[in-house]
């Protein structure tokens, strides 16, 4: 299997899927077409160019192409560790209050990829943290979440 | 009105100080989201949205198509000094810029990019003062059948401009009027597919996707990568272009503002399109086409001039049509129903300073940028120098907060979040998102166009071949989608991008 041959089987479900939900919806008539027809419409769409993909795909697959790794060569642990950061940030900015959380999501990325000296990560996470609260919350009145501390 | 007043009048609302104000925030923003390798107009316009929303919808405008011109200009900045694209217009001014860098000409090269882009920004601004307002009232002859072929027309012209298979682009069309679909339906005002989230039953939010899909999964894919990268230690000089230069790049910079215009004007294409193009012209017309690659300056003028004239050229059909022809134009479209303005046919009409004063300032713009960029090439040069590992987390941040405080909401970052992992598949199996973008916002407007469409015709899809307009605009489209499968043209479907 190569690595359209993949992500075609991928689409493939995902049309399916699609097309599925789509009849839980009224489809109408073409006449007067209904909620779920549309949606219908764009899972068989996806349907058929996944298809036409996978025909593709698996010609080239007899002509010798084969699955590469999209991981194979990079570091993507790094990938893995900004998704879970973020992940972090996204379900501690209420509880944490933004100030908070800025200053540790900052000062965690600063270490964790590309390790930067402790004068550094302690300045820059305060600095940022400050910077954005007063250009966004003061300046910009974004109502960003308080913590417990206010900020 | 007739066709001076109406300029006079925006100039009026352009150069009132709070509207120079914005023009100049925007333009300057955009000078360094496009200076910044990683962070293009998309995002930044996207992280700027929800900032616009206490001001006028004017000046929400101005600030927003500065960022989108300005980029352009920034963008060539990075590829002449750092040979790695700033934004994805940019991409192929790497290729000679850099080299003429390499050999001492840094300042020619970021020069004549200015002026050509100067040259092209201001005269497609001119097109765009003609063309916009008769396509206008042409387009009040549209029906729902003429909006419907004219969007499947642009989603074709984009998938088939893609760079990669066209099955792909088209997957990611087709999953993108998909998303569309998400939320209420707006003839029967029933949901559909919001998993019951509170926050899908408006539609899945356009900036939430784009912000995934462009800024967390390129920081995603750029730190698996070694984050080094060197500018070019040259003493920048000359930035004026002598007498020699400018008789190369006249023509390139002419033909390039010709060609970025109309491929600007089409949905689909655009500003990378047209830099690519113009430059495999300029190297096909050329009589050294050997020097191309080595640092030519018909290399850089040609295709800077393109980009910038492209963004002028977009404008034409949001603003005449409604129908926004590229991602950028797709939030700029965004941005004006946020602020309770429908672009169209009638806007011109409904809001005249609004339409004029968006284009006047646009010229205004093009000056500023041509005052403030050769001065300010030192600072770029100084921003360009911050280790990327100091600048991601930066980054992220801007598209953390700008997604959370669009409706103050964590689920629109999970969302984010989300789509920032898709687009890193994407990525990583050569799937092309900007047909997603533009589908998504087509979407509702299709589906809407589409069912009128049905309900005109009482179920017959022959109504969109019976009514001349739409028949030429399906024909077109259908040719583009039946024009790989003839053995002869199999190879020649130009592919852009990477």
């Given at each position: 299997m190569n690595n359209d041959q993949l992500s075609g089987a991928v689409w493939l479900v995902i049309g399916l899927a699609v097309c599925l939900g789509s009849l839980q919806y009224k489809l109408g008539s073409p006449a007067a077409p209904g909620t779920g027809f549309m949606p219908l419409l764009t899972g068989l769409a996806i349907c058929f160019f996944s298809a036409v993909g996978l025909i593709h795909a698996t010609l080239r697959r007899r002509q010798g192409e084969k699955w590469t790794s999209p991981l194979q060569g990079v570091r993507w642990r790094h990938a893995l560790v900004i998704l879970i950061s973020l992940l972090a940030y996204a379900l501690l900015l209420v509880p944490l209050g933004f100030f908070l959380t800025t200053t540790l999501f900052i000062a965690f990325l600063l270490r964790a990829i590309t390790p930067q000296r402790w004068s550094v990560v302690v300045l820059c996470s305060l600095l940022t943290a400050t910077v954005s609260y007063l250009l966004f919350e003061v300046w910009l009145q974004a109502q960003l979440p308080k913590g417990p501390w206010g900020i | 009105m007739d066709f001076l007043q109406s300029a006079l009048l925006g100039f009026q609302v352009a150069l009132t100080p709070l509207n120079l104000f914005f023009c100049f925030m925007g333009v300057l923003t955009g000078t360094l989201v496009g200076v910044l390798p990683g962070l293009g107009p998309v995002a930044a316009m996207s992280l700027l949205l929800p900032t616009t929303f206490h001001v006028t919808p004017v000046s929400a405008v101005i600030m927003l198509a500065g960022i989108y011109y300005g980029a352009m200009y920034g963008g060539s900045t990075t590829s002449i000094l750092v040979n790695i694209p700033g934004e994805a217009a940019s991409v192929v001014t790497c290729l000679d810029g850099y080299k003429m860098a390499r050999q001492g000409k840094a300042g020619p090269a970021l020069g004549i990019s200015a002026f050509g882009s100067f040259i092209a920004g201001t005269l497609s601004i001119v097109g765009l003062m003609f063309i916009a307002p008769p396509l206008a009232s042409m387009a009040l002859k549209f029906g729902p059948p003429e909006y419907f072929s004219l969007m499947i027309m642009g989603l074709t012209v984009l998938t088939f401009l893609a760079s990669g298979p066209m099955w792909k682009a088209l997957l990611m069309a087709s999953f993108g009027l998909f998303l569309g679909c998400m939320g209420m339906d707006n003839m029967t005002a029933s949901y559909r597919f919001t998993f019951d989230i509170l926050e899908l039953s408006d539609g899945i939010g356009l900036v939430p996707v784009v912000m995934g899909l462009f800024g967390i999964s390129e920081v995603m894919l750029n730190v698996e990568q070694s984050m080094g990268r060197t500018v070019f230690q040259t003493k920048i000089q000359n930035l004026l272009p002598n007498r020699k230069e400018w008789a190369a790049s006249a023509g390139p910079i002419l033909r390039g503002t010709v060609l970025?215009?109309?491929?600007?004007?089409?949905?689909?294409?655009?500003?990378?399109?047209?830099?690519?193009?113009?430059?495999?012209?300029?190297?096909?017309?050329?009589?050294?086409?050997?020097?191309?690659?080595?640092?030519?300056?018909?290399?850089?003028?040609?295709?800077?001039?393109?980009?910038?004239?492209?963004?002028?050229?977009?404008?034409?059909?949001?603003?005449?049509?409604?129908?926004?022809?590229?991602?950028?134009?797709?939030?700029?479209?965004?941005?004006?129903?946020?602020?309770?303005?429908?672009?169209?046919?009638?806007?011109?009409?409904?809001?005249?300073?609004?339409?004029?004063?968006?284009?006047?300032?646009?010229?205004?713009?093009?000056?500023?940028?041509?005052?403030l960029n050769l001065p300010l090439i030192g600072l770029w040069v100084k921003i360009l120098k911050v280790p990327y590992p100091i600048l991601f987390p930066l980054i992220l941040l801007f598209c953390l907060i700008g997604c959370y405080s669009l409706n103050n909401s964590v689920t629109e970052v999970l969302i984010m979040i989300v789509f920032g992992l898709i687009g890193y598949g994407f990525k990583k199996f050569q799937y092309e998102a900007a047909p997603l973008v533009l589908a998504l916002v087509l979407g509702p407007m299709m589906e809407n166009s589409l069912r009128q469409a049905l309900l005109m015709s009482a179920g017959s899809p022959m109504i969109f071949f019976e009514r001349p307009i739409s028949a030429v605009l399906m024909g077109t489209a259908l040719f583009l989608l039946l024009f790989p499968l003839i053995p002869k043209f199999q190879k020649k479907r130009p592919a852009f991008g990477e």
């Amino acid at each position: 299997m190569n690595n359209d041959q993949l992500s075609g089987a991928v689409w493939l479900v995902i049309g399916l899927a699609v097309c599925l939900g789509s009849l839980q919806y009224k489809l109408g008539s073409p006449a007067a077409p209904g909620t779920g027809f549309m949606p219908l419409l764009t899972g068989l769409a996806i349907c058929f160019f996944s298809a036409v993909g996978l025909i593709h795909a698996t010609l080239r697959r007899r002509q010798g192409e084969k699955w590469t790794s999209p991981l194979q060569g990079v570091r993507w642990r790094h990938a893995l560790v900004i998704l879970i950061s973020l992940l972090a940030y996204a379900l501690l900015l209420v509880p944490l209050g933004f100030f908070l959380t800025t200053t540790l999501f900052i000062a965690f990325l600063l270490r964790a990829i590309t390790p930067q000296r402790w004068s550094v990560v302690v300045l820059c996470s305060l600095l940022t943290a400050t910077v954005s609260y007063l250009l966004f919350e003061v300046w910009l009145q974004a109502q960003l979440p308080k913590g417990p501390w206010g900020i | 009105m007739d066709f001076l007043q109406s300029a006079l009048l925006g100039f009026q609302v352009a150069l009132t100080p709070l509207n120079l104000f914005f023009c100049f925030m925007g333009v300057l923003t955009g000078t360094l989201v496009g200076v910044l390798p990683g962070l293009g107009p998309v995002a930044a316009m996207s992280l700027l949205l929800p900032t616009t929303f206490h001001v006028t919808p004017v000046s929400a405008v101005i600030m927003l198509a500065g960022i989108y011109y300005g980029a352009m200009y920034g963008g060539s900045t990075t590829s002449i000094l750092v040979n790695i694209p700033g934004e994805a217009a940019s991409v192929v001014t790497c290729l000679d810029g850099y080299k003429m860098a390499r050999q001492g000409k840094a300042g020619p090269a970021l020069g004549i990019s200015a002026f050509g882009s100067f040259i092209a920004g201001t005269l497609s601004i001119v097109g765009l003062m003609f063309i916009a307002p008769p396509l206008a009232s042409m387009a009040l002859k549209f029906g729902p059948p003429e909006y419907f072929s004219l969007m499947i027309m642009g989603l074709t012209v984009l998938t088939f401009l893609a760079s990669g298979p066209m099955w792909k682009a088209l997957l990611m069309a087709s999953f993108g009027l998909f998303l569309g679909c998400m939320g209420m339906d707006n003839m029967t005002a029933s949901y559909r597919f919001t998993f019951d989230i509170l926050e899908l039953s408006d539609g899945i939010g356009l900036v939430p996707v784009v912000m995934g899909l462009f800024g967390i999964s390129e920081v995603m894919l750029n730190v698996e990568q070694s984050m080094g990268r060197t500018v070019f230690q040259t003493k920048i000089q000359n930035l004026l272009p002598n007498r020699k230069e400018w008789a190369a790049s006249a023509g390139p910079i002419l033909r390039g503002t010709v060609l970025g215009f109309f491929l600007g004007v089409l949905p689909g294409g655009g500003a990378v399109i047209s830099s690519f193009v113009s430059y495999a012209i300029e190297k096909r017309i050329s009589k050294h086409p050997e020097k191309f690659g080595t640092g030519a300056i018909e290399g850089v003028a040609g295709p800077e001039s393109a980009n910038n004239a492209a963004t002028g050229g977009a404008f034409i059909p949001l603003l005449s049509l409604g129908i926004p022809a590229n991602a950028v134009m797709a939030l700029l479209l965004g941005a004006f129903i946020i602020h309770g303005v429908q672009p169209g046919p009638m806007l011109m009409k409904e809001h005249p300073q609004l339409f004029w004063g968006t284009v006047a300032s646009m010229y205004v713009g093009n000056v500023m940028l041509l005052v403030l960029n050769l001065p300010l090439i030192g600072l770029w040069v100084k921003i360009l120098k911050v280790p990327y590992p100091i600048l991601f987390p930066l980054i992220l941040l801007f598209c953390l907060i700008g997604c959370y405080s669009l409706n103050n909401s964590v689920t629109e970052v999970l969302i984010m979040i989300v789509f920032g992992l898709i687009g890193y598949g994407f990525k990583k199996f050569q799937y092309e998102a900007a047909p997603l973008v533009l589908a998504l916002v087509l979407g509702p407007m299709m589906e809407n166009s589409l069912r009128q469409a049905l309900l005109m015709s009482a179920g017959s899809p022959m109504i969109f071949f019976e009514r001349p307009i739409s028949a030429v605009l399906m024909g077109t489209a259908l040719f583009l989608l039946l024009f790989p499968l003839i053995p002869k043209f199999q190879k020649k479907r130009p592919a852009f991008g990477e």
